[in-house]
């Protein structure tokens, strides 16, 4: 039932028409922790009134 992770990219590429680029892990920009800390305080600084 699982297929690999090749035949995903390529329906995928066939359902948009468009061939996307193949990014390798050393071309990603690395996680940072203090990006997610970052980006987790902007979230709680940030909540919508509706959620509080």
């Known amino acids: ?6 035949d995903a990219r390529d329906s995928v590429n ?3 028409r468009k061939a996307f680029p193949e990014i390798s892990d050393p071309e ?3 996680e940072v922790p203090d990006d997610r800390d970052t980006h987790d305080r902007w979230l709680r600084d940030n909540i919508p009134p509706h959620h509080e």
Request: net charge positive.
């Open 1 to 6: 039932m699982n297929r690999p992770s090749e």
């Open 14 to 16: 066939r359902l948009m």
């Open 28 to 30: 990603r920009d690395p």
